[in-house]
Every structure is written in C-alpha cells, then in structure tokens.
C-alpha cells in the first residue's frame, strides 16, 4: 500500500460515495468499506483499492486515519473503535446521539493522541469562510439576529428526526459567527408522517451576547432552500446555498436614523461578494489531511461537536417538558 494513501473511508453509501470520490483526488485513498461488500467491491474496483472489513482497517498500520460515513446511531461505537486503535477519526454530522457518548469520543481522542473531527461541513464552505470573515471586519456592526433556513422535499430517516439531520450545519454556523455560548434554546416540532419523528422543526436560540437566532428545517418542503440570513447594526448578508455560486454571498448595507420618533431604516447599496470557487467537501477532506499532517489547527474538532450535540439535545428535551411547543 502507497504510504501516502493511509485513509480508509467507511460507508460508501447516499454521502460516502462523495467522500470516497475526494479522498481518491486527493491521493490518499487507501481503502473502502462497506457492511454491502457488493457495493464495497464495486468501490475497490472503481477507485483501484482494497475492500476491507472494519476489524481489519483497524489492525492495518498502513491505515492512520478512518473515515465514517455511517448511521449515526454508529458513530460512537465505530469511532471509539479506531480512536482506541490509535487512528485519527473524521465522523460525518451529528458527532454522536448522546452527551455520554461524544465525552466518551473525546476522551479516546486525547488518551490516544489522535484526531477527532467531525463533519460540519459548511464551515469549510468558500463563501461561510468569506462571510465570517467580514463579520471579524465588522463589515455588518454588531450583530443583533441570525437565522437559517434548510429545508427540502425527502429524504426521510427512520433513526434521527430532522433537527438531527439537518439543523447540525446551522448550529455549528451560527456558534462560529457568534462567539458567543447559548443561554437557552427552545423548540417548536411538527411530527406528521411517523409518531417519533419530527418533520419540521423550529429552534430559537437566545446568546449570551444577547444576539437571537432561530433555526428552521423541514424535509416536508415543497421546495429546498438553504438561507443563513445575518443581521447587523450596519448591514445584513446573506448566504443562500441555492443560487448560482457568484450570487451565494449577498451584502446589503444600510444606515438606522434613531433622531426620529419612529427609528428610520434606510437600505444603501445591495452587492454580491465574489468569491473564488472550489467544492465545500473537498475543502473539508483537505482540511482533515493536513490535521493529520499537523498543518492546521482543529475547526470543528470533538469539543465543538459537543457543543453543537448540547444544543441538539436541548431542543429536543425542550419539546419533552413543553408539550404546548409539540404540534401532532
């Protein structure tokens, strides 16, 4: 095996097959798995490399870092796994289910002297790197609210509800634009096509900064939008993942008269921010080879997974002790 190909990816299935593509391009495949050793095999042949079960990735020393795309109600038990084992670990969204579970991830991390990262994906995104950074140049003032959209038409899951599948990204955006910790999150949830799982969702949250934010997704939406709309005190952006790439970063700016009885508004120019091209995900597994290198440092790392698993969580216990937020 090439000793520059010493990452296996796990899962070759609905997103795996999208990591398994940019690792091969990016020359460091080094295997695939899969519990389908058909499709498994169809991946070794198609991408020129082994086809292994998990057990023996985890024994090759040729292999120093695994790459999960699995359920994620596996995530823990096949990340402890290979942390154990001594390799670097890249699980895909949500971290883990469970507080117990993710503290457990980033123990073995630690004891082990490896890598915990997990996959949030927008944060390696061109134009969110570009939209932080003009908020780190106060380009917008101070920011005052912060909401998202991610909605779509399918896909259903049968394990986690849509907040755990989709409101991940958003989470993990807004405590970066943030810096700020969440003083307390609520819920709204509308469960229509099974009783344990919620379709559509709303979740507020409130910063500690005093910066509010709401999150809204839905896989019952007749049409798919992607929006992190940013508010501030001297403009507004906004990241709209739906639109051609040079129209995805639009900044607004505008002025406030408070002089007046009634403050007045006044919008000035309305442009969009160029930014140069590249795909979000290859950015992400770029991002991972060079943690392994010891190149950059950590962005969404265990610790900010937990972060944004304490809030998931949060939002759905809410719904649990506020039955009146809970719409059957």
Partial sequence: MDSNKNIAVVGCGYWGKNLVRNFDELN????????????????????????????????????????????????????????????HVYVEKPLATSKNDALKMIKEAEENDVHLMVGHLLQYHPIFIRLKEMINHNDLGKLQYIYSNRMSFGK????????????????????????????????????????????????????????????????????????????????????????????????????????KTTPIITKHDESFIIVNESEPLKEECKHFIGLINGEVQALTDGKEGLKVLNILTEASEYNKKNTNYDSK
Avoid at 192 to 216: M, P, V, W, Y
Avoid at 225 to 237: E, P, Q, R, S, Y
Wanted: aromatic letters at 8%; charged letters at 25%; hydrophobic letters at 45%.
């Fill in 156 to 259: 259903l899951r049968s394990f986690e509800d849509v907040v755990w599948s989709f409101a991940p990204h958003d989470i993990s955006m807004m405590l970066a634009l943030s810096k700020s910790e969440v003083d307390s999150v609520k819920s709204e949830k509308f469960y229509g096509l099974q009783e344990n799982i919620c379709d559509i969702a709303t979740i507020h949250l409130k910063f500690k900064s005093g910066l509010r934010g709401h999150i809204q997704v839905s896989w019952l939406n007749p049409v798919k939008d992607n929006k992190l709309v940013v508010i501030g005190t001297k403009g507004m952006a906004i990241f709209d993942d739906t639109q051609e790439w040079n129209k995805k970063l639009k900044f607004i700016n505008h002025s406030i008269d408070l002089s």
């Fill in 28 to 87: 460091v495949l080094g295997c695939v798995s899969d519990t389908d050793v058909n499709l498994a095999k169809r991946f070794s042949s198609k991408y020129k490399v082994p086809h292994m079960a998990y057990d023996e990735i985890l024994i090759n020393p040729g292999i120093t870092a695994v790459v999960l795309a699995v359920p994620a109600e596996l995530h823990s038990s096949l990340a402890i796994k290979a942390l154990k084992a001594g390799k």
